[in-house]
């Protein structure tokens, strides 16, 4: 499992936070560590998933990944 912190662009509330976390949970291969407004920390395994697609489930629920 690698660790990846990712900087979350628009989220400014608890709800925001539950939906990133929300869409994250949903990944198969993503054991998320925590969410606050602004960022996301999570384990994965790059051998199942990408980046990338981490950062478009960040993008399902109507954030961005910045940097």
Known sequence: ???LELKV???TCGHCVAA???SLSA???VNVENVEIGSARV???PASLSRDR??????????????
């Open 1 to 3: 499992m690698e660790k």
């Open 9 to 11: 662009s628009g989220m």
């Open 20 to 22: 990133v976390s929300k």
């Open 27 to 29: 990944l198969d291969g």
């Open 43 to 45: 384990s994965y395994d």
């Open 54 to 67: 981490i950062a478009e489930a960040v993008a399902d629920a109507g954030f961005q990944v910045v940097g």
